[in-house]
């Protein structure tokens, strides 16, 4: 039984090129770049901002749990909407160190000359335009992969990719 069912997965990925239909957000922080792949496929790319030193922007796989039109910015009060609220228009929190999508995410800014550096607190941030098309691809449930590695975003999907069809095989 078990043959069968590793069969079915290794001759299914051959049919089916990706693990998964959902969309999945890839950020590397050492090129300050954040991509969408849906079915295997590239559908979205943009440059981000990240944390100002590597420990603040959290690596590793995450899970969309928020997501916020015109988020307020709890830390100084600032509602959503705002100019001066740092968060920008969107916010797309995920489950990193713990927390409940509401402590690291990715979001717009009020500071669009920052992205493409390492300059915020944690999060990643993205310009307007970006942010607002990056929430209508993903949905709460989606994967988020983050890492600093010299390495394009294609290769660091498809590692992940290998390591999660691996990881449905065994199981």
Known sequence: MKLITILFF?????????VSADPVIVVNKASHELAVFKGGKEIFHAPVAT????????EGVFTIKVK??????????????????????RWIGFDANGTDGRIFGVHGTNRPGSIGKSVSAGCIRMKKEN??????LVSVGDKIIITNQQKSLEEIYNEWEK?????MITH
């Open 10 to 18: 290794v001759i299914g990925s051959f049919i089916t090129p990706s």
């Open 163 to 167: 390591k999660e069809l691996h990881s």
């Open 68 to 89: 916020a039109v015109n988020p307020y910015y709890r830390k100084k009060n600032i509602p959503g909407g705002d100019p001066k609220n740092p968060l920008g228009s």
């Open 131 to 136: 942010v607002e098309k990056l929430y209508d």
């Open 51 to 58: 944390g100002k030193t590597k420990e603040l922007t959290p």
